[in-house]
């Protein structure tokens, strides 16, 4: 079990507009009540000060899609973690398989980036996962495991910080779920390597990022190792997402 309670975070992907997020963050604030886990939005970067200012003082925190792996310099295009710092954020995610799969990025240059978030403060939430082929060719566990073994070659005894999100790249976007037993037996298995690497593994929350929506959270939550969820989506329609974070807070 990671952080005390679930952790539940929507990634907004790329969408939004200055109206869109005000409606959203405003309907999701006003729907808030009863609701006891841990909840973040993850929003593209020209949106975060509107963020900032709409999520002060609130529940939900803030989070980025992407941090560079450089502390500043000549990197047109990237943002640092030390301006997300600026603006609240208080997590980002690292190696999202469309960062993976269009951006090229690379299991190193995916630990290089959860090092740069852990140093200035910032939760990385990275992501592992396997695509269909994979799958179809049983090599579910060594892929999810090389992965994650290079963020914790990286990171050390700071591993414990992170946030883990196991999303088969299968089932994302396509409406396919894992059977909550799939899932759990992959979590189970980083859980383990986990432990291996540092005593504080209980620390580590490790959420569940493939399709999960108001219909299948419940199922999915209760599996021992599932900690959370990372939403697609889902995280864009209010009602959904309240009632994905009510599901994690029975």
């Known amino acids: 079990m990671g952080m005390s309670g679930k952790l539940m975070v929507g990634n907004w992907k790329m969408n ?3 109206a869109a997020n005000a409606s959203l963050l405003s309907d999701i604030l006003n729907g808030m009540a009863g609701v006891s886990c841990h909840a973040a939005v993850c929003l593209p970067a020209p949106y975060l000060a509107q963020a900032q200012s709409l999520l002060a003082g609130s529940a939900l925190a803030l989070g980025a ?14 943002v640092s973690c030390d301006m997300l710092r600026d ?8 190696g999202h398989s469309e960062r993976r799969q269009y951006h090229g990025e690379t299991d190193t240059v995916v630990a290089n980036k959860a090092q740069r978030a852990l140093a200035a403060g910032i939760t990385p939430i990275v992501c592992v ?27 050390g005894h700071c591993i414990s910080e992170i946030v883990v999100a196991y999303e088969p790249v299968w089932a994302i976007g396509t409406g396919l779920t894992a059977t909550p037993e799939k899932v759990q037996s992959v979590h189970a298995v980083l859980r383990a390597q986990l432990q291996a690497a540092t005593a504080h593994a ?6 569940y990022g493939g399709s999960m929506n108001a219909a299948n959270a419940a199922s999915l939550l209760d599996q021992p190792d599932v900690d959370g969820g990372l939403i697609g989506g889902a995280s864009l329609k209010a009602p959904d997402f309240l009632s994905m974070l009510k599901a994690a807070s029975r």
């Open 16 to 18: 939004g507009s200055l």
């Open 65 to 78: 899609q992407d941090v560079s792996a450089h502390e500043s310099g000549a990197y047109t295009g990237e």
């Open 87 to 94: 603006f609240a954020v208080r997590f980002a995610i690292v």
């Open 129 to 155: 996962g396997e695509s269909l082929a994979e799958r179809e060719a049983g090599q579910t566990e060594a892929v999810v495991k090389r992965q994650l073994a290079a963020v914790i070659h990286t990171n």
């Open 202 to 207: 209980e620390r580590v929350s490790i959420l």
